[in-house]
């Protein structure tokens, strides 16, 4: 809220015989916060935002020892620590002194593999739980392909995992991905199915 404009408009309509609870309705504030601007002699002002606490030198080098030892070290056990080096400020203090001292944990990044165009695609089952069908219910199950340069997806549904299905849904994928790869990787298990 601009406090000094907002100040200035409800004092003004105040003046001019408007109620609190009108200025509340027109301006969308609660009733006690335009009866604190409206009366107020000039625009409220607010304190400025506590800062942390300072640290000593000596408490300082202790905090960023510790952090760099363990930097995922609770800042409750830092505290009962610094309070025996005499820190006498909060626990909310010592808490945004953390935010600040404490170091970014950064993680390992991610290595995605990809392949060229044309060079790799990989194929396995995943089963899609029991639909119906008709008067009974049976297991779906999907051959989903991916291609590795793009992560294309290409999926293919059926009732069953034998080896003439498999090929057939490896067919209909290669088909819907707009060609062949040079190789296909699937699972060692995946063309061992049933005749």
């Excluded at 408009?9 to 408007?18: A, C, F, M, P, S």
């Excluded at 002002?45 to 000596?58: D, I, K, M, N």
């Excluded at 990044?109 to 739980?129: A, K, M, N, V």
Aim: with cysteine; charged share 20%; hydrophobic share 40%.
């Amino acid at each position: 809220m601009e406090s000094e404009e907002t100040w200035m408009e409800l004092h003004v309509l105040h003046r001019h015989g408007w109620s609190i609870r009108a200025l509340a309705r027109e301006f969308g504030l609660n009733w006690r916060t335009v009866r604190r601007y409206a009366t107020a002699p000039a625009p409220p002002g607010y304190p400025p935002r506590v800062c942390p606490a300072e640290l000593t030198p000596a408490q300082l080098a202790h905090v960023e020892r510790r952090l760099a030892a363990c930097p995922s070290l609770r800042g409750t056990v830092l505290l009962r620590e610094l309070r025996e080096l005499g820190y006498s400020a909060s626990a909310a203090s010592m808490r945004r002194r953390l935010r600040i001292l404490r170091p970014i944990a950064l993680g390992e990044p991610l290595i995605r593999f990809e392949t060229g165009p044309g060079i790799q695609s990989q194929g396995d089952w995943t089963d899609g739980g029991t639909w119906p069908l008709g008067d009974s219910s049976v297991a779906l199950h999907a051959w989903v392909t991916v291609l590795g340069c793009s992560r294309m997806v290409a999926l293919r549904f059926a009732t069953n995992k034998t080896r003439a299905t498999t090929l057939s849904a490896i067919v209909r994928c290669v088909d819907d991905l707009g060609g062949a790869t040079a190789e296909t990787l699937t699972d060692r298990d995946t063309l061992n199915g049933s005749p």
